[in-house]
């Protein structure tokens, strides 16, 4: 049974709360509340990592990374979620909303690029019984009606990036809305899949694709005769307890969901559901994310519920790496395996219009953590690895 623990306010004087009231007004507050006097030395000792990282990291109004200039909102909120040897912390860092709603292990968040994860499980799980070939071609397992100029093209190639494939599908309207399934469908993004052709003989160098991810999603499909959703809710989220993870939220999660914003601290619309969704549609939350990170560290139990040895063996497959990447990391179906500077780390970072995320696992200290923040830019991935390495 996990001993799960979240830190609540702990205000020691009247001039503490007035101080924090003057600094509300002139910056809003990032910082966790502080760990109540009984906490265990356990929980003492990880609240202390994770403060020592985040909230200096959080406290930052301004900073530029990958090109693009980041300013933080001042309505920023964050979630961190530890697992360490079967023990679940929680720690919450601003609001959830603008209104001033708290953000919880319970908030629901847009994961984005995390969601490549559950898909490269699901391909993984296709293998493990003999539905699906990694290395044949594609078009083996292309939808009815469909036919791949790229012949040579393999599952395996979509799974670790070496598809050649755009991030994109290249003839996307402009707005986000009119990329919505609604308006871009299926039949549009498999049409444009189809005519896909690789500019160089594959497999071709690492490149990140949206497109990829989401054209193996269909591919797993044929070969299994089950929708995603299908085969998500029955392989993974129904076993894992994971009950709010999904692609369309019910009014209830709708009400729990965290208000986005970009990068310039300003609201963000809400991410919609893509043709390629698989590849980065999933809302979730704290409590299933660390649930899931739990089981790809090949935990036999998770939330009081068993964890079959095919799926832990799935999950196995899945983070195992394929190639070594030009930044010396390795390169897995999705997941990479950061092994420099410290102990071996397996992440996924993810991003939206209005949401920043990561999921990390260190199996060597038997730890996961998962960050969600409500607002895209701030790569929280990279300081759940600092986390991680720094646990005891």
């Not at 109540?36 to 301004?62: F, H, K, S, T």
Request: net charge neutral.
């Amino acid at each position: 049974m996990h001993r799960i623990t979240t830190r609540f306010v702990l205000i020691a004087t009247v001039a503490i709360f007035m101080a924090a009231n003057v600094f509300t007004q002139e910056e809003p507050s990032t910082a966790s509340p502080r760990l109540q006097p009984n906490a265990e030395p356990e929980e003492a000792a990880v609240g202390g990592v994770v403060d020592a990282i985040m909230q200096p990291y959080l406290a930052q109004r301004q900073r530029t990374a990958g090109g693009h200039e980041w300013i933080r909102s001042p309505h920023l909120g964050t979630i961190v979620a530890v697992s360490l040897r079967g023990d679940r912390y929680f720690f919450p860092y601003g609001k959830a909303t603008d209104g001033g709603a708290p953000i919880t292990r319970e908030t629901v968040v847009e994961i984005g690029s995390c969601t490549k994860t559950f898909t490269t499980t699901l391909f993984a799980l296709a293998i493990k019984r003999n539905q699906i070939v990694p290395d044949a071609s594609a078009q083996k397992y292309m939808p009815k009606g469909y036919t791949l100029r790229a012949r040579q093209l393999t599952p395996l190639e979509l799974a670790d990036f070496t598809s050649g494939m755009p991030d994109d599908p290249t003839n996307l309207p402009r707005g986000l809305e009119q990329r919505s399934i609604a308006s871009y469908t299926v039949r549009d993004f498999l049409t444009w899949a189809s005519n896909y052709e690789p500019r160089t003989r594959l497999p071709a160098p690492y490149k990140y694709s949206n497109a990829g991810i989401g054209l193996l999603s269909y591919l797993v499909a044929t070969a299994t005769g089950k929708t995603w959703e299908e085969q998500l809710n029955s392989e993974i989220l129904e076993p894992l307890g994971m009950a709010d993870t999904t692609l369309r939220p019910t009014p209830e999660q709708q009400r729990r969901l965290a208000e986005g914003h970009n990068r310039a601290g300003q609201d963000a619309p809400r991410w919609p559901v893509y043709a390629w969704y698989a590849a980065g549609g999933l809302r979730s939350t704290a409590h299933d994310m660390i649930s899931f990170g739990e089981a790809y560290l090949g935990h036999e139990e998770v939330n009081g519920r068993p964890v079959s040895a095919e799926l832990i063996a799935a999950m196995q497959l899945a983070q195992k790496p394929i190639f070594t990447m030009p930044n010396g990391n390795k390169q897995a179906m999705a997941w990479v395996n950061d092994v420099r500077g410290g102990a071996p780390v397996i992440l996924k970072n993810g991003g939206t219009a209005g949401f920043g995320s990561g999921i990390a696992i260190c199996p060597t200290k038997d730890a996961a953590i998962f960050i969600g923040m409500n607002q895209v830019g701030a790569q929280p991935v990279e300081k759940g690895v600092e986390i991680l390495r720094r646990l005891p």
